[in-house]
């Protein structure tokens, strides 16, 4: 129960403290991120009324067409960490290249930011929650330009990682490595307020989160998982339930409130897996596992995956620890094996 108001600016600021020789610079990246989701906040929740929806021409590096709210969000988020000074490069689902942010502040800045700005946003039309995911990196090299390689680091290098939901309520939820919380945007006083304190995934889980849709052209491994969920057995609480939303925040998000797991392996039209590494899930892999969660691509924990380029794509498995350890038992009794798991 929570009885006292914490504003986000608050917690940073208390979570600052434990580092006595902290500059502040990533406590105001933090805010920089918060900020911009608020203006995104407000743009999603105004969607049908705005002249905001509706697809642009233009396609995105994934090839998908881009809402106008996909750029939006693209827009506002790199406008933001480009002014706050903090961050001296921004790589996103939406551009082929990252941004290297050069004006005088930032380019000496030592973090760099992965975002996917609007997630799930074909979701928007249709009213459904859609999400910002982001993870913070300190660069690798002390001095000169920021390279592409300093953006292709492990997921375990993450300084911060984080999304923010865009649903019934507004919420961020982030991790610096010290456990999950979460806050609740309150729109009278334009602040996001602790409102879920070290947050960790039930340790039963009966939620499972796929698109059944591909069933056939599922791994034989993740095939026998589904049908282990749907059996009748009193003991281990079975058949769970199904839910899937089409916005990976918004299922993770319910799976680490209520237990579950999120599965999206590699199918035939997706070989690698369609979820990408570097800006959806390390960041949601690191949250994962910070909420006592387990993050892997069926055969190696996903925050040990060094990333050959940007927007590589990897099977994605997240959520509960009793979940993801039933799929596994499933995946090693079929070798899942997938050319392009490492
Ligand atoms: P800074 O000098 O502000 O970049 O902080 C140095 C390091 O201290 C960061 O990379 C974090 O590991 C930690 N730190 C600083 N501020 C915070 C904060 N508000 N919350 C959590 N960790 C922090
Ligand atoms: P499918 C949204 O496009 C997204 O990247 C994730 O947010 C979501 O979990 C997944 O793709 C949905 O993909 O193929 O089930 O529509």
Do not use: W
């Not at 300093?150 to 911060?160: D, N, P, R, W």
């Not at 799976?255 to 039209?269: E, Q, R, V, W």
């Amino acid at each position: 129960m929570i009885t006292k108001l914490t504003t986000l600016e608050q917690f940073i600021i208390d979570k600052q403290g434990d580092f006595p020789f902290a500059t502040g610079e990533l406590s105001s990246l933090l805010r920089d991120l918060s900020l911009a989701a608020k203006i995104v906040n407000r743009e999603v929740n105004k969607a049908g009324l705005v002249d905001i929806l509706g697809d642009l021409s233009t396609c995105n590096v994934q090839g998908e067409q881009q809402k106008k709210l996909d750029v939006f969000a693209n827009e506002h988020f790199i406008k933001a960490l480009s002014s706050g000074g903090e961050c001296c490069l921004v790589a996103s689902e939406e551009l082929d290249d990252p941004i290297y942010i050069n004006n005088e502040v930032s380019k000496s800045a030592k973090y760099l930011v992965c975002i996917d700005p609007l997630d799930g946003s074909s979701n928007v039309d249709v009213n459904v929650s859609v999400g910002t995911i982001f993870s913070i990196y300190r660069r690798t090299k002390s001095e000169g330009p920021i390279t592409l390689d300093e953006v292709l680091q492990k997921g375990t290098e993450q300084v911060a990682a984080g999304y923010f939901i865009y649903g019934s309520s507004t919420m961020m939820v982030y991790t610096t490595g010290k456990g999950v919380n979460g806050f609740t945007l309150d729109p009278s006083i334009g602040e996001f307020c602790l409102s879920y304190p070290k947050m960790r995934f039930p340790e039963q889980g009966r939620i499972y989160s796929i698109n059944e849709g591909n069933y056939l052209r599922f791994p034989q491994s993740v095939k026998e998982y589904i049908k282990y969920c749907q059996q009748n057995d009193k003991d281990t609480d079975r058949p769970y339930t199904s839910r899937y939303i089409g916005s990976m925040v918004a299922d993770i998000h319910r799976n680490l409130l209520k237990g579950g797991i999120f599965l999206y392996p590699a199918t035939l039209s997706h070989p690698k897996g369609k979820l990408r590494l570097v800006y959806e899930c390390n960041p949601i892999a690191f949250i994962v596992e910070q909420a006592g969660g387990i993050a892997t691509n069926g055969k190696k924990r996903i925050l040990d995956i060094s990333p050959s380029e940007l927007h590589q794509r990897v099977p994605f498995f997240a959520g509960s620890k009793d979940m993801v350890n039933k799929l596994s038992e499933f995946i090693e009794k079929h070798q899942y094996v997938n050319e392009f798991v490492e």
